[in-house]
């Protein structure tokens, strides 16, 4: 990987960017990929639109979205503990004993998730704690303390863990899901500058944000572009590790290729497009069956406006909503390369209709 992009994919993953907060890594984002685009489009919530080849008639968006669970302050107590309830998807279970960065106006305070030791609980009953059981402690005696801070009801607060390196082969960190996706459709707009390839469309690398609370960017910037095919990337959980059913959530390994997925909202021909593609350019992959929804952008995409053929490409991923999300270098490099090739095989006048 050239120096460049792992730059830029260090410093996009250790900005926090929690839902709704999304701002400062989507500055960051756009940074990097101006140099690869001819335009931008930047939305009131703040999902941020690179534009190859504007103003032709067929339009193609690849899409991640760029949120990271997080947590709200909730509750200030007199004694200046900081209680919270959720952002997004967050975890209780993981959350004692965890460092944490409050988000103020006066720049960051730090913080811990405290925990009463081992010795004062009853072990034998020991349970996931609940959201209100949790509490933060910024090193203040009362509350006054707090709010001099700058911490009030509504501060955002997110883990402080960074992007690290597991083997050499794994990436590892929180908030993998998905702005691992926003580095890899920035990577295929880099890949497709350096070619020199000049595309038959319009295409739209879209880095959507509120996603972890219902797919909020998505819908609001699938409507505005209209485009006529979307192809999505998010993660999915790897199920190899200790406490999985394969029997119920199928049988996906890190470092065995993207996950190409099959469901409703995922357009059959535009998928056989993909399988085909990668089997050409003996891309690995595998295959991921969903009930009803994705449960990504994708879903989004798929039921705006008339109607987009759409189809996802998720990345393996291990422990997703932690601090120690991990996904395989060798995934990493294969989506990229997979959605790239697909964006050279395309004409321009595709018509994914299943009756014509």
């Not at 690179?50 to 947590?71: F, L, R, T």
């Not at 993981?94 to 010795?119: C, D, E, Q, Y």
């Not at 699938?222 to 199928?250: F, W």
Request: with cysteine.
């Amino acid at each position: 990987m050239a120096d460049q992009s792992t730059d830029f994919l260090y410093k996009y993953l250790n900005n926090a960017s929690p839902t709704g907060f999304e701002s400062t890594g989507q500055q960051i984002w756009l940074d990097y990929l101006k140099p690869y685009i001819e335009e931008h489009i930047i939305d009131t919530y703040g999902t941020v639109v690179g534009v190859i080849g504007p103003g032709q008639d067929y339009k193609v968006v690849i899409e991640a979205h760029s949120d990271e669970i997080s947590w709200f302050v909730n509750y200030i107590s007199d004694d200046g503990y900081i209680h919270v309830r959720r952002n997004g998807g967050s975890d209780a279970a993981i959350a004692p004993s965890m460092r944490v960065n409050l988000h103020t106006a006066k720049g960051v305070v730090k913080g811990v998730f405290g925990w009463p030791a081992i010795h004062v609980r009853d072990v034998a009953k020991d349970q996931v704690p609940k959201v209100h059981e949790l509490f933060i402690d910024v090193g203040a005696a009362k509350k006054e303390e707090v709010v001099e801070m700058g911490i009030h009801v509504g501060t955002v607060v997110t883990f402080a863990d960074g992007l690290d390196e597991l083997n050499e082969k794994y990436y590892v960190g929180r908030a993998l899901d998905n702005r691992m996706g926003g580095f890899m459709i920035a990577e295929v707009a880099r890949m497709l500058h350096e070619s020199n390839v000049q595309l038959p469309f319009t295409l739209y690398i879209v880095n959507a944000v509120q996603e972890e609370i219902g797919l909020r960017g998505a819908e609001m910037i699938s409507r505005r572009l209209k485009p006529h095919l979307a192809i999505c990337t998010d993660v999915t959980h790897d199920t190899q590790s200790p406490m999985y059913n394969k029997k119920e959530q199928g049988d996906l390994k890190s470092g065995s290729g993207p996950v190409i997925c099959y469901g409703p909202a995922v357009q059959n021909n535009l998928r056989d497009m993909l399988i085909r593609i990668a089997d050409e350019k003996k891309i690995p992959f595998q295959r991921q069956a969903v009930s009803r929804s994705t449960g990504t952008d994708t879903d989004s995409f798929a039921y705006s406006t008339e109607g987009v053929a759409s189809a996802l490409i998720s990345l393996p991923l291990k422990y997703m909503h932690t601090t120690v999300e991990m996904v395989h270098k060798e995934d990493v490099k294969n989506v990229i390369q997979l959605m790239y090739d697909v964006l050279l095989s395309l004409k321009g006048d595709e018509d994914f209709r299943y009756i014509k």
